[in-house]
Nanobody, 125 residues
Framework: QLQLVESGGGLVQPGGSLSLSCAVS????????IGWFRQAPGKEREGVSC????????YYRDSVKGRFTISRDNAKNTVYLQINSLKPEDTAVYHC??????????????????WGHGTQVTVSS
């Protein structure tokens, strides 16, 4: 059964850090790019960071560059998102998604076919 399950979200103070994980089962992760997307209440979903199937290429949206780091361990069928220096505007539900993206240029949700249910990240003092 194909599943993407996010974990690691929570409530953190501004400036804090979280480590998100996306555990993937039911598909050959080696062939799939993985993206992290987020959606805040009343806002559109946006691509935060994406990583190619090999891990050689990554993309970060401008607002998270230098603070977020995406990585993957295909042997463990897991993709990670380390998020540091959190800001209140990072508050959102974070979803991971898998897609057969041949060339990773950016992080568009329409390129990703399989989605997890998300994990809540709340940044508040």
């Amino acid at each position: 059964q194909l599943q993407l399950v996010e974990s690691g979200g929570g409530l953190v103070q501004p400036g804090g850090s979280l480590s998100l994980s996306c555990a993937v089962s039911g598909l050959a992760l080696d062939y799939y790019a993985i993206g992290w997307f987020r959606q805040a209440p009343g806002k559109e979903r946006e691509g935060v960071s994406c990583i190619s199937s090999s891990g050689d290429s990554t993309y970060y949206r401008d607002s998270v560059k230098g603070r977020f780091t995406i990585s993957r361990d295909n042997a463990k069928n897991t993709v990670y998102l380390q998020i540091n220096s959190l800001k209140p505007e990072d508050t959102a539900v974070y979803h991971c998604a898998a897609g057969l993206v041949t060339t990773l240029i950016s992080c568009h949700s329409y390129e990703y076919d399989y989605w997890g249910h998300g994990t809540q990240v709340t940044v508040s003092s």
